[in-house]
């Protein structure tokens, strides 16, 4: 259940911070790139986080 929990937090956070409960363009491709660039801001605020913890 702990593995569990780290590998659902990412997607519970596009869903609620992230605003991916929807589909937000037509396409999978625009989709796709959307779902990149959400992930690319979790990761940034990830390392962020990381980062002040170790300090």
Known sequence: MRIRKRIEEPFGWTKTIGG??????RG???NRAWFKMTAAVYNM???TALDTATT
């Open 45 to 47: 605020i990830r390392i």
């Open 28 to 30: 999978r491709e625009r």
């Open 20 to 25: 991916g409960r929807q589909l937000r363009y």
